[in-house]
């Protein structure tokens, strides 16, 4: 944790029917979400202590400067639509420290989804839907770690990424009585 930090952005939100049938969103945030001074301290195995280190104006971890995404919702029937939402997440760093050995890659990933509904005597409704995430089976990580320290006259730093799901399929179904 730090004392102090801030975060000072906007965002900007839009949608519209475009006819119809087809309707269109979309959301984008540019923020800056900085530290004044921070202090990294790294272990140092060899003294049995702490380097201290630090830091001005740095990037607040897991913090991106824009994330944006979009989506386009397409009703071909009554009660039948098919959408893909697409999601731009910016450069995050894995601490406080701003540098880009330590920080996880933008990425922009898409996904197709179609949704049914309708009724019967029974259920008040009935959902049925399927969806394809990741449809461009794109390989990205969206969370880590990094650890860092000195022992044996050298430095070691090592970071840990948590890969995200490529291409996968979902389906749902959901029944109102």
Not at 53 to 63: E, G, K, M, P, Y
Not at 112 to 130: H, M, N, P
């Amino acid at each position: 944790n730090v004392s102090k930090s801030y975060r000072t952005g906007v965002e900007l939100e839009a949608g519209a029917m475009l006819g119809k049938k087809v309707s269109v969103s979309a959301n984008l945030t540019l923020s800056q979400n900085k530290i004044p001074t921070f202090i990294e301290y790294i272990d140092d195995y060899d003294n049995c202590g702490q380097i201290e280190i630090t830091h001005t104006n740095s990037d607040l971890a897991f913090s991106p400067n824009i994330i944006g995404s979009a989506a386009v919702s397409y009703e071909p029937l009554k009660n039948l639509f098919f959408t893909l939402t697409s999601k731009y997440v910016g450069k995050q760093f894995l601490d406080n420290t701003s540098n880009d050995y330590r920080s996880l890659d933008a990425y922009f990933i898409s996904h197709l989804r179609a949704d049914y509904s309708f009724e019967t005597k029974v259920f008040k409704e009935i959902k049925v839907g399927v969806a394809v995430n990741n449809i461009f089976n794109h390989f990205y990580a969206n969370n880590g770690y990094t650890y860092g320290w000195y022992a044996g006259g050298a430095y070691a730093r090592e970071n840990f990424m948590y890969p995200q799901a490529g291409i996968n399929f979902l389906g749902r179904l959901s029944l109102t009585l």
